[in-house]
């Protein structure tokens, strides 16, 4: 019960002092997302590229699972290159749609493990998941801007 007690105090904590919040300029793409079933939003935007990594902006709103979520996925993957934030987004994804079996991979996902206990919970999978979805739309659609125009990934 200690370990639950402490990753509840990891999303509590990124709900009140969220990382990276506030939209930046210049990016490359933005995506807004919404979870219907609950209302919460997300604006996202990513600048750079995929070789040196994406750097991600975003202003959300919503419960506090999406708004930590945004938060602790900003730690982990702001600046990382695009192959290596996609294996971590993949495991988060992986361990949200476990409905609570197994144990996540602390090492990868660091603070982000704290939400396998969501996972548990399907009406707040989609909370947990609303920053992760968007940052793989934004930075799919950065790629494909960069691969029609040629251009470096900034603006």
Not at 63 to 74: L, N
Not at 80 to 86: D, L, N, V
Not at 124 to 149: E, T
């Amino acid at each position: 019960m200690q370990l639950q007690s402490m990753y509840q105090q990891i999303i509590l904590d990124h709900y009140k002092h969220p990382q990276g919040k506030g939209l930046r300029t210049p990016f490359v793409t933005e995506v807004h997302h919404v979870n219907p079933t609950c209302g919460d939003e997300i604006t996202l935007r990513v600048n750079g590229d995929e070789h040196s990594g994406f750097h991600i902006s975003y202003e959300n709103q919503g419960c506090s699972i999406s708004q930590a979520s945004a938060s602790v996925m900003f730690d982990l993957i702001d600046g990382t290159p695009y192959a290596e934030a996609m294996k971590v987004a993949d495991a988060f994804m992986e361990m949200m749609q476990s409905q609570g079996a197994g144990e996540p991979d602390e090492e990868l996902l660091e603070d982000a493990a704290a939400f396998h206990g969501v996972a548990k919970f399907p009406a707040r999978v989609k909370c947990a998941l609303l920053g992760w979805m968007a940052y793989k739309d934004a930075a799919s659609a950065a790629i494909a801007h960069a691969q029609v125009s040629g251009e470096d990934g900034s603006r």
